[in-house]
């Protein structure tokens, strides 16, 4: 059974960081695409990173370019999301999800419960 687990979010001040991780479980993350997603109050998710969704690369939002960094371990069946300079416009539920040759972010499914992210002095 397909499954993902997100962790690592919290309570943080403007300018600062966290680092969300998304753990696999019945399939091997080789082969397939994680996407990184956010929802905020009464906005509709988005996604904002993905990686190995084309040819093996990673993707960025504009929003989040540069700040960001996803990346994946292998042998722990984990992607993360380094999240730097956090602004209070990222305040939202991450989630992550998987998908095989995505062509959008429609595509993506098996979502994970979310892990809060807020960002407040």
């Known amino acids: 059974q397909v499954q993902l687990v997100e962790s690592g979010g919290g309570l943080v001040q403007p300018g600062g960081s966290l680092n969300l991780s998304c753990a696999a479980s019945?399939?091997?993350?080789?082969?397939?695409?994680i996407g990184w997603f956010r929802q905020a109050p009464g906005k509709e998710r988005e996604g904002v990173s993905c990686?190995?969704?084309?040819?093996?690369?990673?993707y960025y939002e504009d929003s989040v370019k540069g700040r960001f960094t996803i990346s994946r371990d292998n042998a722990k069946n984990t992607v993360y999301l380094q999240m730097n300079s956090l602004k209070p416009d990222d305040t939202a539920v991450y989630y992550c999800?998987?998908?095989?040759?995505?062509?959008?972010?429609?595509?993506?499914?098996?979502w994970g419960q979310g892990t809060q992210v807020t960002v407040s002095s």
């Open positions: 999800a998987t998908a095989k040759d995505p062509s959008s972010w429609s595509d993506f499914r098996s």
């Open positions: 019945g399939f091997t993350l080789d082969y397939y695409a």
């Open positions: 990686i190995n969704c084309s040819d093996g690369s990673t």
